[in-house]
């Protein structure tokens, strides 16, 4: 896509993309990094990947064993 477009046209994208991106908010990685982990630690007692899944609500149990004769 950028091979068909001239310098001019893929600077003004690019500055378009920094105009977005002054736009959001920033926060230390100190604050975020301490939420996520609060966060991460309250969802894992739902979490199937951690918790498990029981046998009869698993939806990719073996229906039946493989029989090679």
Do not use: H, Y
Request: aromatic share 2%; proline share 6%; charged share 40%.
């Amino acid at each position: 896509m950028a091979r068909d477009m001239s310098d001019k046209e893929i600077l003004k994208m690019e500055l378009e993309q920094l105009q977005k991106e002054v736009k959001n908010t920033r926060e230390p990685v100190s604050k975020t990094a301490k939420e996520i982990c609060e966060w991460v630690e309250t969802q894992s007692a739902e979490d199937p990947l951690i918790k498990g899944v029981p046998e009869d609500k698993n939806p990719f149990k073996e229906k039946g064993g493989c029989i090679i004769t």
